[in-house]
């Protein structure tokens, strides 16, 4: 089932639901990490997709799938969230190589589990601000990013382009490797080697 505003709707009713269930009961959700709060949200989303199209359509996919929930075999959810009091994370693999097949659609639900427990969803795109690096290249999550300030504003290429590239991390080190100041010198061609809160540092380069 391809109903974009439907499954907004949707969306817009777990959030609601969990946000209003937060604040009456706080203590129902601080402990929800991880796979914790994917079970829970698969939980509402079941409840609230009862009469619609997408009732008896949610799977939770068990291990290091992309996305967390698929619903009607077309949209998915990928669970995120943070301890802290801010609305930033590690986000997913830029090469997607664990992407459930046939998903086209993914939303990113944000949890921030500390009191007040609140929650936000918005399409993934909509969320990634840059690219970090822990094992491999990462997306960075920030739910309050602006209107083109995403990574993909900052490339020029949409996400449902640069996803479908044979090789995305290529473009990407290629975007921040054309960031070098005169006299500044990129060394290394396959991996970044660490991020932090400064920006990227790229083989001994920290690119601010």
Request: charged share 30%.
């Amino acid at each position: 089932m391809q109903d974009d505003r439907a499954f907004e709707e949707l969306l817009a009713k777990v959030i609601d639901f969990m946000n209003r269930e937060a604040l009456t009961f706080p203590e129902r959700y601080t402990g929800l990490l991880g796979s914790k709060l994917e079970d829970k949200v698969v939980e509402v989303l079941q409840q609230c997709a009862v009469g619609t199209c997408f009732e008896d359509q949610i799977v939770k996919y068990s291990g290091q799938r992309f996305p967390d929930i698929v619903i009607g075999g077309y949209y998915g959810v990928e669970v995120k969230t943070t301890k802290a009091n801010h609305w930033k994370s590690t986000g997913s693999s830029v090469a997607e190589g664990t992407r459930v097949e046939d998903v086209e659609r993914v939303y990113l639900l944000f949890g921030k589990m500390c009191e007040p427990v609140c929650f936000v969803c918005k399409p993934y795109e909509e969320c990634l601000s840059e690219v970090v690096v822990t094992h491999s290249p990462r997306y960075l999550v920030d739910m309050n990013l602006l209107k083109g300030e995403t990574i993909f504003d900052k490339l020029g290429i949409p996400y449902d382009e640069l996803r479908c590239q044979p090789n995305p991390i290529r473009t990407i080190l290629d975007y921040y490797r054309s960031r070098l100041k005169e006299g500044e010198e990129f060394k290394g061609d396959a991996s970044l080697s660490k991020f932090n809160s400064q920006g990227f540092l790229i083989n001994g380069f920290k690119e601010s």
